[in-house]
């Protein structure tokens, strides 16, 4: 059965649970519409998992870990390398499938998929990242080395906004370690990620290593305080993830949580003028300001305040529409509920004396009416205070705010409780360094705006950004899914024979 089929009686589409290798229907009475943001089409019905059904994920991932840790790390390798090449094939049905129950365009979708496939390639490179280290002759005869071992069940929670990358970022470094997994989706959008476990399943994931429940509050719940899972990797709302931390680590689980985001770029007074609006627009207004990675606030420092005319030019020449049309650069919000919340806090934002620039509200969309859609929206004069300024918006709104040095902008930026990413603009070396040095945020660009840092690196964020000490791909998560073990071994032989000791020493 495919993760996604649908039920004569109703002709929608339901979402499947993953358990054990088989894509199953949930027997849970409670169930959530899965929208087109564009036309208000239900595309699908997905469940809200049992207590037994997440019990039963468990299960067989705690089953299938006593082989799967056990098998040949190129023989793990190997189903990434096959992994990678699905998803490849698969692209424009996985961004089709992305941008239908999520909104954002088809080329920004293939980047989701495509940001996410670049971590399943580092996946496939797992032979030369799990390696321990060995010290020769730490005393007479004796050698220490490290083992970094899996863990056993690992889960990971995702939100709504990159329904391809943030999963992937997930499962393949957890497994591909020797782990399992159990994966919560976004429960707004999870039919891509189906998708890619579909394919993970043919790549040759074998039964109960990869397994799927889906829910919100509740399965999220029992995931925190489930006895057999050992480690939880989430990415959400700051406030969610908190309780997530929370929770979990009080069950004495591994946990990592990245989280809200208020992305501050500075634009000094020598930036590339051109360039820099160019890339300030873009991430502020792609994917309608729906990225952790948005910036959605500039500070314009000394005469950079005299392009907001330009900036709003820009911000005008982006068409507003159906992912799926050609040409669109801001597709719709993801649901109902964050178009209201967006369209509210503009008008609070109105109403606390911020200047609206570029009202974004009401576009005409044709043949789209029923669609979330909110154009790119600027407000100057913003203070902190102001709810546009001190809640994170996600949606397509960006606040500028004035500094009069890079000091003061700087300043600004680390009063912010966030710390997910931050941009310079600027064509000053001794600039951009400075910034390098003192800004306390994790992902930092040097006129680059969406600084999602590559899978060699690990994804980072400090603050109210992120808890927990290691980062979900890259290096760092090969430790966060491996135990070190230190083995240190003395083999007997006569060269090495010593007598008596009773010391703590080594000889
Ligand atoms: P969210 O926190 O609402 O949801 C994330 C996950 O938590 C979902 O799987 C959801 O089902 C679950 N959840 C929701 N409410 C819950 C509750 N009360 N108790 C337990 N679990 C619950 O986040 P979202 O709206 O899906 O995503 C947007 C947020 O994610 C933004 O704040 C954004 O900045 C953040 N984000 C951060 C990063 C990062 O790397 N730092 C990346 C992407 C998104």
Redesign the pocket.
Known sequence: MDATTTTPATKVATVKLLIGGEFVESKTSEWRDVVNPATQEVLARVPFATQAEVDAAVACAQEAFKTWRKTAIGARARIFLKYQQLIREHMGELAAILTAEQGKTLPDAEGDVFRGLEVVEHAAGIGNLQLGELANNVANGVDTYTLLQPLGVCAG??????PAM?PLWMFPMAIVTGNTFVL?????DPMVTMRLCELAIEAGIPPGVLNVVH???AV??AICDHKNIKAIS????????T??YNRASLAGKRVQC????KNHAIVMPDAHKDQSLNALAGASFGAAG???MAVSTAVLVGDARKWIPDLVEKAKSLKVGAGTEKGVDVGPLVSCAAFDRVTALIERGVAEGATLELDGRKPNVPGYEKGNFVGPTIFSGVKPGMSIYDQ?I?GPVLCLMDAESIDEAIEIINANPNG?GTAIFTQSGAAARRFQEDIDVGQVGINVPIPVPVPMFS?T?SRA??LGDLG?YGKQVVLFYTQTKTVTARWFDDATAHGLNTTISLK
């Not at 989430?234 to 993830?241: A, E, I, M, N, Y």
């Open positions: 929670i995702t939100p709504f906004n990159f943030i919560k989706p976004s429960e707004q829910g919100g509050e999220v719940n989430f990415v959400g709302s700051t406030k969610v993830g309780h997530v990245m989280m809200g985001a729906q990225r952790c994170e996600f997910n994804f964020g950004s992120k979900p």
